[in-house]
């Protein structure tokens, strides 16, 4: 699956797109919705720890700079610079359910008109997260918002 967000200033949205091999869906995104979601996401992913992998990964010693960065060395969802465009079609995105657990996040994304669900590795997650915050950050959504440390490096 290709994730693309593109940040469309005339709208003041995120135009966030999923394509698997055999459709594309398409949402928008609200700067309340993004940050809410970036805010609880983070918060969520700090209280939920990886499991216990005795050697490797311990409750003892967990540093999410430490997480996040050893996630991003894989490939993961990463934005596009698409130029700026307007008419494009999507669903206005009006609630996403969130579930965090040790190795996974489940997303279900709601509309009006549709539904759709994903489901991340803790992996994926991380690659997700930082191309919202890096999105949002450069289209200046972020400079009265707290954020964790860890995110930005």
């Given at each position: 699956m290709e994730?693309?967000?593109?940040?469309?200033d005339i709208e003041d949205r995120?135009?966030?797109?999923f394509t698997s091999e055999l459709k594309a869906n398409s949402w928008w995104l609200s700067r309340r919705l993004l940050?809410?979601?970036l805010?609880?996401?983070t918060e969520k992913l700090e209280q939920i720890a990886l499991p216990d992998i005795p050697g490797i990964f311990d409750h003892t010693h967990r540093n999410m700079a430490d997480e996040h960065n050893l996630a991003l060395e894989f490939d993961g969802p990463q934005p596009k610079n698409s130029p700026t465009r307007s008419g494009l079609q999507g669903e206005l995105?009006?609630?996403?359910?969130?579930t965090v657990s040790s190795i996974q996040t489940r997303l279900t994304l709601?509309?009006?008109n549709k539904e759709m669900t994903l489901s991340l590795s803790r992996r994926e997650t991380h690659a997700f997260i930082e191309m919202l915050f890096l999105k949002s950050k450069s289209a200046g959504w972020l400079k009265s918002v707290k954020y964790p440390i860890w995110l930005d490096k």
């Open positions: 994730i693309d967000l593109t940040f469309v995120m135009h966030l797109t940050l809410r979601l805010n609880v996401w995105l009006t609630a996403i359910d969130l709601r509309g009006a």
